[in-house]
């Protein structure tokens, strides 16, 4: 992450020339071409609004709060993680316990 994903400016001061740019943006989302989408953006010199990055950031560490205190409250021979735990980490543990990640999709959910 870079500190080009944390800067926000809100999409509500749009001006005339941002038009064309957000039209196309949006198309190429439509269309599940993400990386050409952000292309699009970055060459385009466009600084507003959120980056998927600082999204993605957020959600990656909440999972590593959700783990800490799963861990935290869990019972001596539990231990909670994303990936296999090392032999390390399973030291005095029975179980591993992995959390099902919430699906983000959408469209699966309708």
Do not use: C
């Amino acid at each position: 992450m870079k500190q080009k994903d944390i800067s926000f400016i809100p999409h509500s001061d749009m001006e005339a020339y941002d038009v064309t740019i957000v039209k196309q943006h949006k198309n190429l989302i439509a269309q599940n071409r993400f990386s050409e989408a952000v292309s699009l953006l970055d060459h385009a010199g466009h600084k507003k609004g959120f980056r998927a990055a600082i999204f993605n950031s957020i959600q990656n560490k909440i999972r590593e709060i959700q783990i800490y205190l799963l861990n935290k409250t869990a019972e001596p021979t539990e231990y909670y993680s994303l990936s296999e735990p090392t032999d390390e980490e399973m030291a005095g543990k029975t179980f591993w316990l992995q959390p099902v990640e919430e699906n983000t999709n959408e469209s699966e959910d309708n």
